[in-house]
């Protein structure tokens, strides 16, 4: 059975990486935004895989394959979404619409997602860094519980 949920998350991971566009979104199937170009919503679609992405990684259990093309894939992810924030602090469905809640409280997950993987890892950690004002290390972060991303 191991084998096989190992297998299936290889095939999920490489469909992911296959699907992620050049400017590092993706683009949900179902949930869209009426403010979003053609009513697209690639802040929702990013964070969500973004999120997987990232919680694959930190997931003791199971080795990927090629782990330099999903720290790639993440790094591309979390700079579009930095790219994208809003001036007023806040994400919209796309780069340009009035920001909302639900796809802010998605990106900053996301974002802090990204913050928990180790430093040399990504080339986008210290953007995120500066984007949420100087967080501590993730060692610091998970040593004392400031807060929990499950």
Not at 14 to 26: E, I, N, V
Not at 53 to 79: G, H, M, Q, V, Y
Not at 127 to 134: D, I, M, S
Request: net charge positive; hydrophobic share 40%.
């Amino acid at each position: 059975m191991r084998q096989r949920i190992e297998a299936a998350l290889e095939k999920a991971v490489k469909f992911l990486l296959k699907t992620q566009l050049p400017d590092g979104t993706w683009i949900p199937l179902w949930f869209g935004n009426q403010f979003g170009p053609d009513d697209t919503n690639p802040t929702y679609g990013t964070t969500r895989v973004l999120h997987a992405l990232t919680e694959l990684l930190d997931f003791k259990e199971w080795k990927p394959a090629r782990p330099e093309k999903i720290l790639n894939a993440i790094s591309k992810a979390a700079d579009w979404l930095i790219k994208a924030q809003n001036r007023e602090g806040g994400w919209a469905g796309a780069t340009s619409g009035p920001a909302s809640v639900e796809e802010t409280a998605l990106a900053v997950h996301a974002l802090a997602k990204v913050l928990l993987l180790p430093a040399e890892s990504l080339d986008c950690r210290h953007k995120c860094t500066r984007l949420f004002g100087g967080l501590p290390s993730s060692n610091h972060i998970r040593s004392h519980r400031l807060c929990s991303f499950q």
